[in-house]
């Protein structure tokens, strides 16, 4: 979830590679990313991003489709950072991100999810109960296959063209900026004093890297020096979430990240 100061990008969101991989959406909460709809609350009753804006506003320049699947995306996005924390053991730390895709996503999607007959709330909903319980490493992984396989079959619903770059390119770099706009909500006076914030973006930044990657063929074709931009770009971004747990040294400047975010956005426009 995004506190309301250190604006960044608003309305801004994450990126969504579909079919094999995750996927991501989003709207800025007081100007930091986060779920793409008006979802009421966030964990811990701490009001979540939905409730100003959420992560929705995010994908609000695009197509309908591109909207659904940057939010798919950012749903994605807070299972894989639960899902590695979960995994080190780090059951109470992961529990936050569990809880935000049926917070602050679920309920501004559910209507067109429903249309499409791809609700997953049910699956969500397990892993939760999993997570709450501080069920076994290997009850909660399955749970967590378990809603990754129904999100995927909602983006089967998706066009046909969903993984091409000039459907995925500006719903991944949506995700990116929200991403960043994560990270920049998360660090006071140069250090990370908000966690949770700090890995919501390193979820989104995951998805978003996933998707580049798989992209990385189609872009190299199109257009090589364009490409090589993106790609080194995509990977730089990588410092500035090492670890799911972040340090307690001198962070990142947010100022880098946006300018990393801004170089790939500008190498993107030219390969849609």
């Known amino acids: 979830m995004l506190r309301t100061t250190t ?51 995010a994908f609000s320049s695009l197509s309908a489709d591109q909207q659904l699947a940057g939010n ?3 749903v994605r996005g807070h299972l894989s950072i639960a ?3 979960y995994a080190a053991g780090k ?14 996503i679920y309920d501004g999607i559910a209507a067109e999810l429903d ?17 709450k319980a501080k069920a076994p490493a290997a009850e909660v992984s399955q749970a967590l296959d378990a809603a990754e396989a129904a999100i995927a079959k909602a983006e089967a619903t998706l066009p046909a063209d969903r993984n091409r770059p000039a459907f995925l390119l500006p719903v991944l770099t949506s995700v ?12 006071e006076q140069g250090r ?24 990385a063929p189609a872009l190299k074709a199109k257009d090589a020096a364009a490409a090589e931009s993106f790609t080194t770009t995509l990977s730089a971004l ?29 190498a993107a426009s030219r390969l849609k």
């Not at 670890?243 to 790939?264: C, F, I, N, Q, W």
């Open 7 to 57: 604006k960044l990008w608003v309305g801004v969101g994450l990126a969504v590679t579909l079919g094999a991989a995750p996927a991501l959406a989003t709207e800025t909460h007081g100007g930091h990313g986060h779920a793409a709809t008006q979802a009421q609350g966030g964990e811990g009753g701490e009001g979540g991003e939905g409730g100003e804006g959420g992560e929705a506003g």
């Open 192 to 215: 990370i004093v908000a966690p949770v914030e700090y890995q919501d973006g390193r979820g989104f930044y995951t998805v978003a890297r996933q998707w580049g990657d798989s992209l």
């Open 238 to 266: 990588a410092q500035v979430w090492p670890t799911p747990v972040p340090g307690t040294g001198k962070a990142t400047d947010p100022s880098e990240v946006a300018a990393l975010v801004s170089r790939l956005e500008l």
């Open 115 to 131: 249309k499409r007959k791809a609700g997953f709330r049910p699956q969500l909903d397990a892993t939760v109960a999993k997570a």
């Open 83 to 85: 899902r590695e924390l």
């Open 91 to 104: 059951a109470s730390d992961a529990l936050p991100h569990f809880l935000h895709p049926s917070e602050e």
């Open 72 to 74: 798919l995306a950012l």
């Open 176 to 187: 990116l900026k929200t991403a960043a706009a994560e990270y920049a909500a998360a660090i």
